[in-house]
């Protein structure tokens, strides 16, 4: 098939966790994927149809460039997952440095408007745009600071850019739970009975109710055809609460 008959898709974070399981699924389903991240993903490099480069999502000043330089040659993408976040570091918002707190918002917030500017000057076409939220993005639970705060301003953005790229499906998503490098730090922490949050995720690690990041890619994968019917675009969904009709 030529490259140009296949559903580009783009997805930032794709060298662990649930990007790399993303970005295997749709090769799988033979779609050309487009992946960045700071380090390579060293299972999908080489496969045909992957094009990665690495870009760091915290220099959000060289991102324009770079990511002009990944998807040259592509005029639509049929799906862009703005897949990269981090946590900084959990704990009290005042236990937490105020440099700390910006780095998050660079990567999980900031560094997102630059990607969609980009796609939008550089007129390619999107028909799809899924960020990878958080239910940290509305509970409000003791310990998430930046990464809550970063992950509530993201469903924000994406109801913004709703409003304005109307050709363009646009949602926040909550993944669920995803037992990743960032459940590795979370589960890890041990910081009392004062952040319950912690005591329940490392309840779920090891349970259905925290799939592996394969699994996890798959039902997701298979959620965003329902997303794009069914959720208002710009508006926040949860996968845990998503129903088939
Ligand atoms: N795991 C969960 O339970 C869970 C729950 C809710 C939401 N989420 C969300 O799911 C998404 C994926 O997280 P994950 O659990 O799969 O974590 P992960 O395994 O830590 O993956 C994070 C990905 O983001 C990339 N990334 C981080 N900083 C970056 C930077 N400065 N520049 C470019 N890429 C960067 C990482 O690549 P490099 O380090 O190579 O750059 C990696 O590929 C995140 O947005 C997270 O907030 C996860």
Known sequence: MDRTERKNVLITGVSSGLGLGLAKVF?????????????EPKALIGKENFHFSSIDLAQTERIQEKLQGLVAGASNFHLDILNAGIIGRFGDMSAVPLKTMKAVMEVNLWANKVILDTLVTSEIQMRQVVAISSGASTSGSRGWNAYGI???????LIKLYAKEQVNTHFCSLAPGLVDSNMQDYLCGLDMGENFQTLEILKSKRKTPEMPSPDAAAETLVKSFADIFTRVPSGDFADIRTLRPD
Request: charge should be positive; hydrophobic fraction near 45%; glycine fraction near 4%.
């Open 150 to 156: 970063s992950k509530a301003a993201l469903n924000m």
């Open 27 to 39: 090769l799988q389903q033979n779609w050309t994927v487009y992946g960045l991240s700071r380090a």
